[in-house]
């Protein structure tokens, strides 16, 4: 059997609706000529006259009323389930969100963006995993939900990218490190010992690169897959760390930070999401969160 055009619902609603051929074919910008046809189609695909001469005017069938009901709903629901998403409720949201983000994140934005999450939607909650990689893939299978950190071109590629805020690398040390008592050059920064932050544990990165105008190397004493172990090793050595600076404020309350002595590229941290979930409303909601939490310390990119 051939399928009905189901585009005739759409006219269907306004004739009966209308009850006058000329009103609705000027409520679908339609000719009179062209709704008359669409008319004699539903004619022949409903097997009723739908609308029949009644002195100067038309008036529905009995069918024609019977179908009134039914296809406006119809319209509707069609229109909501093609349409954009509708927002989302808040109040009556729940689940879980699952963000990938490094360690020094969490500890630096995580209490305001739970903060702003819990406000308006007691019933979510938020699940952060650790980076082991720069893999799309929990992305693209909805294990992850939304991820924090420098996207590649890879990633690019695939994937939503929305930058959230610009960072530096700065230099940190326990409170008393030798370092700190005079004016720190890049040769005596290169002399000491260093922990280098690499989840790959790669032992060269882009301040080693730096250094290399200079004719310095430093020397990697550990290599360490995080943030948060950097500054521990740090807190309780005589090793220099060197990690973002917005990335670890909460990290490092007790340590003394001071600027690289060399110039190093800035990076920017964006979030990331499948494009599956670009219009989803609870996902744009958490999206929102997430850049109002970044936003409040010292300011957006």
């Given at each position: 059997?051939?399928?009905p055009?189901?585009?005739?619902l759409?006219?269907?609603?306004?004739?009966?609706?209308?009850?006058?051929?000329t009103?609705?074919?000027?409520?679908?910008?339609?000719s009179?000529?062209?709704?008359?046809?669409?008319?004699?189609?539903?004619?022949?695909?409903?097997?009723d006259?739908?609308?029949?001469?009644?002195?100067?005017?038309?008036?529905?069938?009995?069918h024609?009323?019977?179908?009134?009901?039914?296809?406006?709903?119809?319209?509707?629901?069609?229109?909501?389930?093609?349409?954009?998403?509708?927002?989302?409720d808040?109040?009556?949201?729940?689940?879980?969100?699952?963000?990938?983000?490094?360690?020094?994140?969490?500890?630096?934005?995580?209490?305001?963006?739970?903060?702003?999450?819990?406000?308006?939607?007691p019933?979510?909650?938020l699940?952060?995993m650790?980076?082991?990689?720069?893999?799309?893939?929990?992305?693209?299978?909805?294990?992850v939900?939304?991820?924090?950190?420098?996207?590649?071109?890879?990633?690019?590629?695939?994937?939503?990218?929305?930058?959230?805020?610009?960072?530096?690398?700065?230099g940190?040390?326990?409170?008393?490190?030798?370092?700190?008592?005079?004016?720190?050059?890049?040769?005596?920064y290169?002399?000491?010992?260093?922990i280098?932050?690499?989840?790959?544990?790669?032992?060269?990165?882009?301040?080693?690169?730096?250094?290399?105008?200079?004719?310095?190397?430093?020397?990697?004493?550990?290599?360490?897959?995080?943030?948060?172990?950097?500054?521990?090793?740090?807190?309780?050595?005589?090793?220099?760390?060197?990690?973002?600076?917005?990335?670890?404020?909460?990290?490092?309350?007790d340590?003394?930070?001071?600027?690289?002595?060399?110039?190093?590229?800035?990076?920017?941290?964006?979030?990331?999401?499948?494009?599956r979930?670009?219009?989803?409303?609870?996902?744009?909601?958490?999206?929102a969160?997430?850049?109002?939490?970044?936003?409040?310390?010292?300011?957006?990119?």
């Amino acid at each position: 059997m051939a399928r009905p055009d189901l585009n005739l619902l759409v006219t269907l609603d306004v004739l009966l609706q209308e009850g006058n051929v000329t009103r609705a074919a000027e409520r679908l910008r339609l000719s009179p000529s062209a709704m008359s046809r669409a008319l004699a189609r539903l004619r022949k695909t409903t097997g009723d006259p739908l609308l029949v001469r009644a002195g100067r005017g038309l008036v529905r069938t009995p069918h024609a009323l019977e179908l009134g009901e039914r296809v406006g709903e119809l319209v509707r629901e069609a229109e909501a389930l093609l349409g954009p998403p509708e927002t989302v409720d808040l109040g009556a949201l729940s689940g879980t969100f699952t963000l990938r983000t490094s360690d020094g994140f969490v500890e630096s934005f995580g209490p305001d963006l739970i903060r702003r999450v819990i406000d308006k939607a007691p019933g979510v909650r938020l699940r952060f995993m650790q980076k082991a990689n720069k893999d799309a893939a929990s992305l693209r299978d909805g294990t992850v939900d939304l991820e924090i950190g420098v996207a590649d071109q890879i990633m690019r590629d695939e994937l939503h990218v929305e930058p959230l805020f610009k960072d530096r690398f700065v230099g940190v040390v326990r409170t008393g490190h030798p370092l700190m008592q005079s004016k720190i050059t890049p040769k005596r920064y290169a002399s000491g010992g260093h922990i280098r932050v690499s989840r790959r544990g790669r032992e060269r990165g882009a301040v080693d690169e730096a250094l290399k105008p200079y004719g310095l190397e430093r020397e990697i004493t550990v290599v360490v897959g995080g943030f948060a172990a950097a500054l521990a090793l740090a807190r309780g050595s005589d090793l220099i760390a060197t990690v973002p600076e917005r990335h670890t404020r909460n990290l490092r309350a007790d340590l003394s930070m001071f600027p690289l002595p060399i110039p190093t590229p800035e990076i920017t941290v964006s979030m990331l999401w499948h494009p599956r979930l670009n219009v989803d409303p609870a996902h744009r909601w958490l999206r929102a969160c997430m850049r109002s939490a970044c936003a409040e310390i010292d300011g957006p990119v």
